[in-house]
């Protein structure tokens, strides 16, 4: 179903890159547009069809676009957001695909007529246009924040966007969804990097396979998620008291050789119904 | 290769339900016996063809047997053993599949005359002989931590007992083993119950596909990873150290909002190379 006449996607990386696969498989758009820095990936996102037309820099853009994906790196969302708005019709819709919503609304809020703020949780532990999937977010959730500001008709297109490429669509405000988010990821992020900055070199051969999975994350983009560290750096910070009260209350137990405080912390998890 | 003629596996769980599986699909032995407390367990251990014949009772035994596996949870290990001695041959080759290894070698090697420590680094958050499989070792280290006590012709059969099921044998000292294995599965298993304790239950469902790999093994059994701490609570709680000083040395660069540092951290992480 035909959504838009021609989206711009800046950023053409695993989540851009997807974007514009998902967007020309199920035909949300007649074209797909991409900005990138790197001539490289322009030229990879071409081969692979994630985009028709790339572009390096922004002055070149002539033509009307009905939607703008900012799908860069957070901070770098906020930097280009005033360049860009400079290059894009006034009516035209706005939407950045960042991990950490507050600052970023509040900033492209201010900045753009019709923003919308959007976080699909998808992605891998990999980034790049290489790895880019047409239905990374089939079956996964997408959060859109919309503000006051957010007009009803720009809220309901990006949430039929979504939905056409098969994500469940909820819609939080930005600082709710980034107390959630520090939880269940920035924080298990933040561990992930810290299990493995622990454990010494030559130790990590010698494991099964549940160490991979508690890693696997630990080898996401640090350039990435330093900027998702530091743009929700309060909310992570309370999350990661909670966690570091539970890893002394456990430590403490062990220290005393406690098995019965042990056992019932253990059954506790065990409980939790995931999903 | 038939390489025993009766093993007997006590704990007929998912490891020792798998070895079952294993021992009869590469013929490692002309019959496999098994011993559960409970009758539903050995029922379904039989139904699955895991073992031949089950016992609830050690005095029912009366043949011959020429490997015993101890496969329940450690300290179930090391209270059994004095009884299991009185059942079987004196030269009988006894092996425990504990996940640690210091204290229950310590004591099974004063109890039986033939006897080796091992530690397949295999297995699932799921508990169970329903879930046992006929490979689960397969492309798996195992680690054997033989004593200066531990006859070559002994090491020797027990190597290749665990090359049969396709696992990759390593060799070290009991002390070495739960110190590694302290860092590579013990830690990772309590930081992952902890960051499942920490999370509030409504937010765990608005979440990617990072956070369920994190958490999985804090889905692990609480009565098995109960006693794994316990038996290891020296290590673990050194490699705990490590750990929160890391947390610390993150968080006070989150504090301070020092990118730079943030940064630098995460890339250490990046590179480090995993298998």
Same mark, same amino acid.
């Given at each position: 179903?035909?959504?838009?006449?021609?989206?711009?996607?800046?950023?053409?990386?695993?989540?851009?890159?997807?974007?514009?696969?998902?967007?020309?498989?199920?035909?949300?758009?007649?074209?797909?547009?991409?900005?990138?820095?790197?001539?490289?990936?322009?030229?990879?996102?071409?081969?692979?069809?994630?985009?028709?037309?790339?572009?390096?820099?922004?002055?070149?853009?002539?033509?009307?676009?009905?939607?703008?994906?900012?799908?860069?790196?957070?901070?770098?969302?906020?930097?280009?957001?005033?360049?860009?708005?400079?290059?894009?019709?006034?009516?035209?819709?706005?939407?950045?695909?960042?991990?950490?919503?507050?600052?970023?609304?509040?900033?492209?809020?201010?900045?753009?007529?019709?923003?919308?703020?959007?976080?699909?949780?998808?992605?891998?532990?990999?980034?790049?246009?290489?790895?880019?999937?047409?239905?990374?977010?089939?079956?996964?959730?997408?959060?859109?924040?919309?503000?006051?500001?957010?007009?009803?008709?720009?809220?309901?297109?990006?949430?039929?966007?979504?939905?056409?490429?098969?994500?469940?669509?909820?819609?939080?405000?930005?600082?709710?969804?980034?107390?959630?988010?520090? $939880? /269940? +990821?920035?924080?298990?992020? !933040? %561990? *992930?990097?810290?299990?493995?900055?622990?454990?010494?070199? =030559? @130790? &990590?051969?010698?494991?099964?396979?549940?160490?991979?999975?508690?890693?696997?994350?630990?080898?996401?983009?640090?350039?990435?998620?330093?900027?998702? $560290? /530091? +743009?929700?750096?309060?909310? !992570? %910070? *309370?999350?990661?008291?909670?966690?570091?009260?539970?890893? =002394? @209350? &456990?430590?403490?137990?062990?220290?005393?050789?406690?098995?019965?405080?042990?056992?019932?912390?253990?059954?506790?998890?065990?409980?939790?119904?995931?999903?």
């Amino acid at each position: 179903m035909r959504l838009f006449k021609r989206i711009l996607i800046v950023g053409v990386g695993l989540i851009g890159g997807s974007l514009g696969l998902g967007i020309k498989k199920y035909k949300l758009a007649k074209e797909v547009w991409g900005i990138s820095r790197k001539y490289t990936t322009l030229k990879e996102a071409l081969k692979l069809r994630a985009i028709d037309r790339g572009f390096k820099v922004l002055s070149l853009i002539k033509d009307d676009i009905d939607l703008v994906i900012l799908a860069t790196p957070v901070r770098t969302i906020e930097k280009l957001s005033p360049l860009i708005k400079k290059y894009i019709p006034q009516d035209c819709i706005v939407m950045d695909v960042g991990s950490t919503k507050k600052e970023v609304v509040d900033c492209l809020d201010r900045i753009f007529t019709n923003y919308i703020g959007a976080h699909p949780l998808a992605g891998l532990e990999k980034s790049g246009v290489r790895y880019a999937q047409a239905d990374l977010f089939k079956g996964s959730i997408c959060i859109l924040t919309p503000t006051s500001k957010t007009s009803r008709s720009v809220l309901n297109r990006i949430k039929e966007f979504w939905k056409n490429l098969n994500a469940e669509v909820i819609l939080m405000s930005p600082s709710l969804h980034d107390r959630i988010l520090s $939880f /269940t +990821s920035h924080l298990p992020h !933040l %561990i *992930s990097f810290c299990l493995l900055n622990s454990i010494p070199k =030559s @130790y &990590l051969k010698i494991s099964g396979p549940g160490l991979k999975d508690t890693l696997r994350i630990a080898f996401s983009s640090a350039e990435i998620w330093e900027q998702i $560290f /530091t +743009s929700n750096s309060k909310n !992570l %910070i *309370s999350a990661l008291k909670v966690f570091k009260d539970n890893l =002394s @209350y &456990l430590e403490k137990a062990l220290i005393d050789k406690d098995k019965k405080i042990i056992l019932k912390f253990l059954k506790k998890a065990n409980k939790k119904r995931f999903l």
